[in-house]
């Protein structure tokens, strides 16, 4: 897009302070070498509207009231729930943070689709409406539903995965890498070092490491990869995206040893946003475009609809590949129930086919990630330490800086979660040591380089205003972190154990 003063705006223009923050004030962009962001100042980002600022291109309709109970409550719901949010009550908590899974507000026209539930055993008209929405929107070929993102993981590892094997992946995710070790399978992290660092400004912290995947197959043997689990944006690294140019390249290097891709889609037009932004030759590609080509490079995809997608439960696996697609089938009667609701109600498979086109409009994109983005510059001018540059989804406290003194075996990142928690009722989740879980050959604890505590934004649920109260507590509770303590787990259970784990303060 060139603008009347000669600048050519690289992507969909966000209010974004964190422009300020990449670049200082009028300095040229030095960060992002795909193109030609080397033009655009604070200044001149947005100006195609005539102005910076921008809306949520919604009005509300409907309102759920919320509440903020008082601290004496909270310190018992805390004690309650073991020191982990996960196990408090939704009632004791006044902003959620905890997730963007399931937690969308769905528009009026998903709620109409709610009420054209096709609620048949077999054959619903719902699937084909959904069907037909994914292969246009990814362009896969053939879909399965599930009851949501693991569902479908469980399927394509199960499918795949033979014991022995190793599954390539930038980085892991937490029920992702369950499922490929339950099959037998041995995850290899192949990211690239920029993203175990939380201060890289890599405009693509999500990408595949191509030396990496290049030693593991020469190491391993190509036969002994099942696929490369690639997934957009990388959830554990921050929200980060992968580029374009990126999956194409391992695309081709993966085509030389005859080895497949598999993409975790899960928050794909989140990525597609950023190459939008970002990477040379995309800034006039609509965020649609972007998705289906990226998707074609992979040979099909697992999604948690409860993301993207925006509804409040379902998943979807979708591949290319006939035979395998026969197997999958034959397999969702097992596991999720039969292959055109696979553990779907009709209305939802019918909301999520309206969320899906709902979910690619440009508008929708470029204020879910202004609105994360408003929160990480409220933060970045307190200088409090968060994972730059701030991904899609969520804005991570980097825990080793917030709490230097406490050792990461004992939680800093739960206790961060905790102490927001404390002061205000908000709901953060742990993204760091209890979610990386243990080693299964040692059986000690994973110690991830990411010890993060993350505040997700749900997709169009909070105003700016909840941003503003999130932000003031953090820094509340930043200014007070020299007296914070760590925790020790006091429960343990054996798979996943961040969900269900208790802990007591030291
Ligand atoms: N892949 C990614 C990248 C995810 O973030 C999730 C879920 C899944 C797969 C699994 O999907 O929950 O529908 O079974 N992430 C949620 C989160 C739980 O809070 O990040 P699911």
């Known amino acids: 897009m060139i603008e009347p003063d000669g600048f050519i705006i690289h992507g969909a223009p966000v209010n974004s302070r964190e422009s300020l923050r990449l670049r200082g004030r009028d300095e040229p962009c030095s960060t992002f070498q795909g193109g030609d962001m080397s033009n655009i100042t604070p200044r001149t980002m947005g100006q ?28 018992r719901a805390l004690a309650e729930a073991g020191y982990n949010t996960f196990l408090l009550r939704s009632d004791d908590v006044y902003i959620d943070l905890l997730t963007d899974s399931g937690t969308s507000a769905m528009s009026d026209r998903q709620w109409a689709g709610m009420l054209l539930g096709d609620e048949a055993y077999a054959g619903s008209r719902n699937f084909y409406h959904l069907e037909e929405a994914v292969q246009t929107y990814y362009g896969y070929r053939y879909l399965t539903p599930t009851h949501q993102g693991r569902g479908a993981e ?10 022995g094997m190793y599954i390539p992946g930038n980085m892991y995710f937490t029920t992702t890498r369950l499922h490929q070790e339950l099959a037998g399978g041995v995850f290899v992290d192949v990211i690239i070092n920029e993203a175990h660092d939380p201060t890289n400004m890599h405009p693509f912290k999500g990408n595949i490491d191509l030396n990496k995947l290049a030693d593991l197959i020469a190491r391993v043997g190509a036969d002994k990869i099942p696929y490369v689990s690639l997934a957009g944006t990388v959830n554990m690294a921050g929200g980060q995206p992968v580029s374009m140019a990126n999956v194409r390249a391992v695309r081709e290097l993966c085509d030389r040893h005859g080895i497949r891709i598999f993409l ?11 190459i939008q932004e970002r990477e040379e030759g995309y800034a006039a590609t609509p965020i649609a475009a ?59 498979m019918e909301a999520l086919a309206i969320g899906i086109a709902e979910s690619v409009e440009e508008d929708h994109v470029r204020s879910r990630v202004g609105q994360v983005r408003y929160l990480g510059e409220l933060l970045t001018d307190w200088d409090i330490p968060i994972v730059q540059p701030v991904g899609g989804h969520a804005i991570f406290l980097d825990a080793k800086r917030f709490y230097p003194h406490i050792p990461q075996d004992q939680f800093p990142a739960q206790r961060l979660a905790a102490e927001l928690y404390l002061d205000s009722g908000i709901r953060a989740m742990e993204r760091g040591i209890a979610s990386a879980g243990r080693d299964p050959e040692t059986g000690d604890h994973r110690y991830p380089a990411l010890e993060l505590t993350r505040l997700t934004i749900p997709r169009r649920v909070y105003t700016q205003a909840h941003m503003d109260v999130v932000a003031e507590s953090v820094k509340a509770i930043y200014d007070a972190r020299t007296q914070t303590r760590g925790l020790k787990m006091t429960y343990e259970p054996q798979y996943l154990r961040f969900f269900q784990a208790r802990f007591e303060p030291l």
């Open 48 to 75: 195609q509207f005539g102005r910076r600022s921008w809306a949520e291109p919604w009005k509300i309709k409907m309102v759920e009231p919320l509440r903020m109970i008082g601290r004496p409550d909270r310190e």
């Open 154 to 163: 469980h399927l394509i590892s199960r499918a795949l995965i033979k014991p």
């Open 264 to 274: 975790d889609a899960t928050r794909m037009i989140e990525n597609a946003f950023f």
């Open 290 to 348: 972007i998705l289906k080509e990226f998707c074609s490079y992979t040979d099909g995809a697992w999604m948690s609809a409860k993301k993207d997608n925006l509804v409040n439960i379902g998943g979807w696996l979708a591949v290319n590949d006939s035979e395998l697609f026969d197997t999958l089938r034959n397999m969702v009667v097992i596991y999720e129930g039969l292959h055109t609701y696979g553990g779907m109600a009709g209305r939802d």
